[in-house]
């Protein structure tokens, strides 16, 4: 009984002296960072050249990265943030709504977009099917791998360039809304993540692979050979960096914030396949010539939060339709 | 016959659902030689993970042992109301997908949650190791429990009644008497439940801030690799994983030499 | 020591102590409260923040509806398979004897410790396009059932093992000196006090099989009414804004996942009585 209870109190403790040590955490001089997954090595290198520089001098930066959604909620539910690196505006704007990013967050000239991607079609070796546009996805025996737009909020750039496509080539909405039935009959497989989506078509499932030509270029860079071809008609993936409540008060993450559209930074973007914003760090990037972004309103893109009510409302939205009617 | 039909059958059976893919995993891991597998588990962050993976198991393991331990005896040797449904309850931590493990958690200790008044005091729970260890206690709570009840059932209580009419306190009977019995169970619980403490990703990865260097377990830097492309490396710091876990059945081997049934 | 004296119970606790058993009891229920019951306390008030009637509706939408029936569908068979072989695995482990045992048994409880991720990606890579055996079984459900059948190995077999271990084989062997055929040892002799633990194991790895997420998430194919568990359905819901659709359907498995553990251990009570008569 007596040692029963030693346990007990050592165990209790212990406990405490965990929680104690934890609560002492960042002070002073520290900026946290949270990010989605993809561009880590680019903040890695960011971070390193931003310490280099005076006003990053002795500032701590902790890294956080994971999946877009899964870090906004982990922001939203309290974990400590300067600086959001999501992969798309309405992550952000859910913190918005939380009161935890001030509602001007997009307000400097580059509209709180840090780097740029396009929708590409990822091939097999050679482009044996001869895939070059939206049409061919939905050739007889195509298949088409993208995630799933509900578990992957990335995989909704991939629902709205098809969509786009399809009204910058004249169709009516109609008759776009009918391609997207159409094209996701032809989707074997909904991955839950672009990462896996790229993993399963390397393995060999599927003839074309719906992604980001950052995620291409960067899977080439890491040993997984990846052909892509970049349709003529496509949208233009924008992704947003924020400043939140918090990251306002640190003068050191102002700084690293701005930092973000340096040469030094929008470089370290370019060489993991992003497309620099900023006009003179140009890479040689051909601009595809039918691009497209979420705010075209002549193709019926109206900016993510009606673009997201419409296609994307977990149960009325257009996909959730058309996931319904792919399975039934 | 009938005893290699039945090692045939289990072996077969194993073979294609542990041991391909277990020894797939070891494969894939040294595929390109000891080096590249040995700089992929050395780094840095690696190391942390895996102590801080160490850390959660030293104190997940123990806790939810002396909580098993107790409870199998709660149920099994008294009788007290709501048992089955505390029974029942026991299990239901595995039911719960790792994301809804993180979001209940969320709703009690994040922000504007029941208990999320903690971190405005300083007592950070989530995106720290405490949450991490709840977490972990969570997923791991009923592997002593549920190898402990069964065998006390078998068990029975003779022993132990005839020990009491002995004198014995109950203290003494529970150290010499069923302790003992209930030794194998205890150990295989054991097991199971540092098994599951140090390979737990989903729900340890959402209540964690997967912020590096910090909050980041070994299965979290797993998934980190998967990310990069680095996918040796995932393998790589798996392996060491499964050889902690093979240590915990080697070294209860060591401590209870098998006796052949 | 009589096997089959399963379920002499005794009030007030023999081996708990008097006094002692009550604060035990009491630690244990704290312990219970704070690390299991609190956070599903959270959760169930969530899922009705917003009103009964959103709560079921959010449960019985079709896809959720669909979901859970192949999620409870294959995890009941899973839980069968891992009943027939996870004991006889267990048997072979302590009965038999052969080269490579130990090794065998040392790496059962592997995938507990291998991170869900590494686990999809190798079943994956064995079982799905391009693997070497030419079996591709990924994206239908016998790849999920595959990939369930993994993460829920070690339940059964490591519930068995302990029972046997402490099983005295007097009965067994005094029924084989009187003619009795190995199988209607097994039958009568050594099943009856088996099935408890087999249980024990089966409830586990039905819940494990009804929550898993990382394993199989990869292999499985996320496509609605077909091949997408409750699990990615919920994590759906929650990424796209839908965290009360999320939390009901999460507490509509919990509870049909409660009401099946709950006739399980039902269901053994009234087995040990029936056999002890």
């Known amino acids: 009984m007596k040692d029963r209870m030693r346990v007990i109190w050592i165990a209790l403790l212990g406990v405490a002296v965990l929680v104690g040590s934890a609560a002492g955490a960042s002070k002073g001089g520290s900026i946290d960072l949270v990010a989605y997954s993809t561009p880590k090595d680019a903040y890695g290198k960011i971070i390193s050249s931003f310490q280099k520089t005076q006003a990053g001098n002795g500032v701590d930066i902790s890294q956080s990265y994971g999946a877009s959604g899964d870090q906004a909620r982990a922001v939203a539910a309290g974990q400590d943030a300067d600086v959001v690196a999501l992969s798309l505006d309405p992550d952000v704007n859910m913190l918005v709504g939380r009161g935890l990013v001030p509602k001007n967050w997009n307000g400097n000239s580059h509209r709180g977009i840090v780097s740029d991607s396009v929708v590409v079609f990822v091939v097999r070796d050679g482009n044996p099917k001869k895939v070059k546009g939206w049409g061919d996805l939905v050739r007889p025996g195509i298949q088409v791998i993208t995630p799933n737009p509900f578990t992957s909020g990335g995989a909704r750039w991939n629902v709205m360039a098809a969509y786009g496509a399809q009204r910058r080539a004249g169709k009516s909405d109609r008759e776009a809304i009918a391609y997207l039935y159409k094209l996701f009959k032809h989707v074997p497989v909904q991955p839950a993540s672009a990462r896996e989506a790229l993993q399963i078509f390397a393995q060999g499932k599927g003839d074309v692979l719906l992604t980001y030509e950052n995620e291409a270029i960067y899977a080439e860079k890491k040993g997984v050979h990846t052909e892509y071809r970049t349709p003529k008609a496509t949208l233009l993936i924008e992704t947003p960096v924020a400043l939140t409540k918090s990251g306002l008060r640190k003068p050191a993450a102002k700084a690293f914030y701005k930092y973000l559209w340096s040469s030094t930074a929008q470089k370290a973007f370019a060489d993991q396949g992003y497309r620099p914003v900023v006009k003179n760090i140009s890479k040689g990037y051909h601009k595809p010539p039918g691009l497209f972004t979420i705010g075209s309103a002549k193709y019926g893109l109206n900016g993510w939060v009606k673009v997201n009510k419409r296609f994307f409302h977990p149960e009325k939205g257009i996909m959730a339709k058309v996931e319904r009617s792919v399975g039934q | 016959m009938s005893r290699y039909l039945l090692r045939l059958g289990a072996l077969g059976y194993l073979a294609l659902i542990l041991l391909v893919p277990v020894g797939f995993v070891f494969y894939r891991a040294f595929q390109h030689g000891l080096g590249p597998a040995w700089d992929a588990v050395t780094s840095h962050q690696a190391v942390h993970a895996l102590e801080l993976t160490l850390l959660m198991a030293a104190i997940a393991v123990p806790a939810n042992t002396i909580f098993g331990v107790v409870l199998a005896l709660a149920l099994v040797r008294t009788r007290f109301p709501g048992r089955g449904l505390v029974n029942a309850i026991v299990d239901l931590p595995l039911a719960l997908s790792p994301v809804v493990v993180g979001l209940a958690l969320f709703l009690l200790y994040g922000r504007g949650g029941w208990l999320g008044s903690f971190a405005d005091h300083g007592l950070k729970i989530l995106f720290a190791v405490p949450g991490m260890v709840l977490a972990t206690m969570f997923v791991s709570l009923p592997f002593v429990v549920r190898e402990v009840v069964p065998v006390l059932r078998e068990i029975g209580t003779e022993q132990e009644q005839a020990a009491e009419t002995l004198g014995a306190s109950p203290f003494q009977t529970f150290w010499k008497i069923t302790l003992p019995a209930i030794r ?64 915990t059945v080697v070294g209860l081997r060591l401590v209870h030499p098998r006796e052949e049934a | 020591m009589a096997s089959n004296a399963a379920v002499l119970e005794r009030p007030a606790g023999v081996v708990s102590g008097r006094a002692g058993g009550a604060v035990a009891r009491g630690m244990v229920m704290g312990y219970l409260s704070v690390v299991v019951l609190l956070p599903l306390a959270a959760l169930t008030w969530s899922a009705r923040a917003e009103g009964l009637d959103s709560f079921w509706h959010q449960a019985t939408r079709p896809e959720a509806l669909a979901a859970l029936e192949l999620t409870l569908g294959v995890a009941a068979i899973c839980a069968l398979v891992n009943a027939v072989a996870g004991t006889t695995i267990a048997w072979v482990l302590v009965r038999d004897s052969f080269p490579g045992k130990g090794t065998v048994d040392a790496v059962i409880d592997l995938p507990f410790a291998l991170p869900t991720i590494v686990a999809g990606l190798t079943l ?102 077909k091949t997408e568990v409750s699990s990615v359905y919920i994590f759906g819901q929650l990424q796209s804004g839908n965290g009360t659709g999320a939390a009901a359907v999460s507490v509509v498995l919990l509870a049909i996942s409660l009401g099946v553990l709950l006739l399980f251990g039902v269901f053994r009570r009234w087995w040990t009585k029936h056999e002890y008569v």
Do not use: H, K, M
């Open chain 3, 124 to 225: 994956l890579a064995l079982y799905g396009p391009g693997g070497p055996a030419g079996i591709d079984v990924a994206f239908t459900r016998l790849g999920l059932l595959v990939a369930l059948l993994f993460v829920t190995l070690p339940f059964v077999v490591r519930a068995v093992q302990p029972v046997l271990l402490e099983l005295d084989t007097e009965v067994e062997e005094a029924a084989a000196s009187l003619g009795a055929g190995s199988i209607a040892i097994f039958r009568r002799i050594v099943f009856p006090s088996l099935l408890p633990a087999i249980l024990s194991g089966v409830a586990l790895a039905f819940a494990r099989a009804v929550g898993e997420f990382g394993a199989v998430v990869l292999i499985s194919g996320n496509i609605p009414f």
């Open chain 2, 184 to 247: 194998w169970a205890v150990a295989y619980g054991v097991v199971l439940t540092t098994a599951r403490a140090i390979g737990e990703f989903g729900a340890v990865s959402v209540v964690s801030g997967r912020i590096e260097g910090r909050t980041e377990t070994l299965p979290l830097y797993v998934q980190a690799q998967f990310e990069q492309f680095n996918v040796q490396g995932a393998y790589a710091a798996s392996v060491v994983l499964a050889l902690i876990a093979i240590a």
